[in-house]
T-cell receptor, first 112, second 112 residues
Framework: KAGVTQTPRYLIKTRGQQVTLSCSPISGHRSVSWYQQTPGQGLQFLFEYFSETQRNKGNFPGRFSGRQFSNSRSEMNVSTLELGDSALYLC???????????FGPGTRLLVL | GENVEQHPSTLSVQEGDSAVIKCTYS??????FPWYKQELGKRPQLIIDIRSNVGEKKDQRIAVTLNKTAKHFSLHITETQPEDSAVYFCAASRGGNEKLTFGTGTRLTIIP
């Protein structure tokens, strides 16, 4: 099976702009979770989608949003970018939470 | 919500020696505890997991122990090798549709 893919891999934006990141899960996986990874902060949970429904949301401001399509592909959007949004954004797909989460390679976002 | 603390944040071990990483969790209802390994520049990958009905699980040189009473679990790596150098993340979930909460990671360095 093909692994989890994320596009784009790298992104440079300026403050105030918005960005959309994409994640394609492993075929058959209906759960997609998004994480923000920064040095020293580990993996901070953003949200999780299952069958097009957001089941869980982390403690991030409303500028962070997401959605999932009927083919399980997911997108996350960050509006009004801030310098502190610079991070590696990882998505992970799984059959369910208590099964292995398979991570994508991540999108590295730099906000200038 | 769940809070997972992970110690130490950095660990250096002589090749061939053992390494132990400890995590504590706050939600007594948590029942799934995976460990992920992230090598430099790569995505996190599951290396072992344990569920609350089991006290210990082994996979070759890797073992995880769980103490539900004390709400802590540990990763043990024996006969460490250079390829064990990576960042290790523990996580906990209470199951069902509940999200995974990750620790802040341990950077393990194996000294040749």
């Amino acid at each position: 099976k093909a692994g989890v893919t994320q596009t784009p891999r790298y992104l440079i934006k300026t403050r105030g702009q918005q960005v959309t990141l994409s994640c394609s899960p492993i075929s058959g996986h209906r759960s997609v979770s998004w994480y923000q990874q920064t040095p020293g902060q580990g993996l901070q949970f953003l949200f999780e989608y299952f069958s097009e429904t957001q089941r869980n949301k982390g403690n991030f401001p409303g500028r962070f949003s997401g959605r999932q399509f009927s083919n399980s592909r997911s997108e996350m959007n960050v509006s009004t970018l801030e310098l502190g949004d610079s991070a590696l954004y990882l998505c992970a797909s799984s059959i369910s939470y208590q099964e292995t989460q398979y991570f994508g390679p991540g999108t590295r976002l730099l906000v200038l | 919500g769940e809070n997972v603390e992970q110690h130490p944040s950095t660990l250096s071990v002589q090749e061939g020696d053992s390494a132990v990483i400890k995590c504590t969790y706050s939600d007594s209802a948590s029942n799934y505890f995976p460990w992920y390994k992230q090598e430099l520049g790569k995505r996190p990958q599951l290396i072992i997991d344990i569920r609350s009905n089991v006290g210990e699980k082994k996979d070759q040189r890797i073992a995880v122990t769980l103490n539900k009473t004390a709400k802590h679990f540990s990763l043990h790596i024996t006969e460490t090798q250079p390829e064990d150098s990576a960042v290790y993340f523990c996580a906990a979930s209470r199951g069902g549709n509940e999200k995974l909460t990750f620790g802040t990671g341990t950077r393990l360095t194996i000294i040749p």
